[in-house]
C-alpha cells in the first residue's frame, strides 16, 4: 500500500474506515463513558495521544529493533508494553492537570491500557505494511476518529433522556442500536475514500 498517501489514510482512518464504527474495536470504554459530552471528548482525547504516539513508536521498535533481530514474534508483548507505559503517562497528566475528568473517567482511564482500538491501530499499521508517515497518519485518523464516535454518541445520549424510550430498550440497549445507526451513517462515506 505504500502509493497511499498520508493524507488519504488520515481522512479513511477517520470517515470511511472509522476503527470503532467499521472494525468495531474499543466498545467497551465506547459504551461505558459515552453518557457525558465532557468525559468523552477527554477520553477521546486521551485515546487518540496515546493511538498516535504508540503507532509511531511501535513501527520504529517493530521495523528498527525486531524484525532485524527476528523477534517478530513479540510483537503483541512490546506494543501492548509501549501502550501500557503512555498510558500511565496519559493518567498521571489527566490526574494532576484535570482531576474531575480523572474521577470522571474512573477506571476506564488505565483500561486504555488494554483498548483493543489501541492495539488494533498499530497491527493494522503492520499488516498493511505502511510506511512510517502512513502509520503516523493512520494512527492520528484512528484516534480522531474514535473520539469523533464517542463524543457523537454522547451527544445523542445525552439528547434521549428527554424521549420516550421503552424501557427494555434504556441504557445500553439503545446505545447499541444508535452505535449502529451511526455506523450505517458513516458508511455514507464509502465512495470517498478506502484503505482496506
Do not use: D
Not at 482512518?13 to 470503532?20: D, E, K, R
Not at 491500557?113 to 493512520?138: D, H, K, P
Not at 421503552?166 to 458513516?186: S, Y
Amino acid at each position: 500500500m505504500s502509493e497511499t498517501s498520508a493524507w488519504v489514510i488520515f481522512i479513511a482512518a477517520i470517515f470511511t474506515n472509522n476503527i470503532l464504527l467499521t472494525n468495531f474495536l474499543g466498545m467497551c470504554s465506547f459504551i461505558a463513558c459515552s453518557g457525558q459530552i465532557r468525559t468523552s471528548l477527554g477520553l477521546g482525547t486521551a485515546v487518540t495521544f496515546v493511538m498516535i504516539m504508540t503507532t509511531m513508536l511501535n513501527y520504529v521498535i517493530y521495523h528498527f529493533v525486531l524484525v532485524p533481530y527476528g523477534l517478530g514474534h513479540l510483537q503483541f508483548i512490546v506494543f501492548i508494553a509501549v501502550i501500557a507505559a503512555f498510558v500511565q503517562l496519559v493518567e498521571m497528566f489527566v490526574e494532576r492537570f484535570s482531576p474531575k475528568l480523572y474521577f470522571a473517567l474512573g477506571i476506564f482511564l488505565p483500561l486504555i491500557t488494554v483498548n483493543c482500538a489501541i492495539l488494533g491501530a498499530s497491527l493494522f499499521m503492520i499488516i498493511r505494511e505502511y510506511s512510517f508517515l502512513q502509520s503516523v497518519g493512520f494512527g492520528l485518523g484512528a484516534g480522531i476518529g474514535w473520539a469523533v464516535a464517542i463524543v457523537m454518541l454522547a451527544g445523542l445520549r445525552q439528547k434521549m433522556r428527554y424521549s420516550n424510550i421503552p424501557e427494555p430498550f434504556q441504557g445500553v440497549p439503545i446505545a447499541m442500536v444508535v452505535t449502529g445507526v451511526l455506523a450505517m451513517a458513516f458508511m455514507g462515506f464509502a465512495g470517498m475514500v478506502s484503505i482496506q
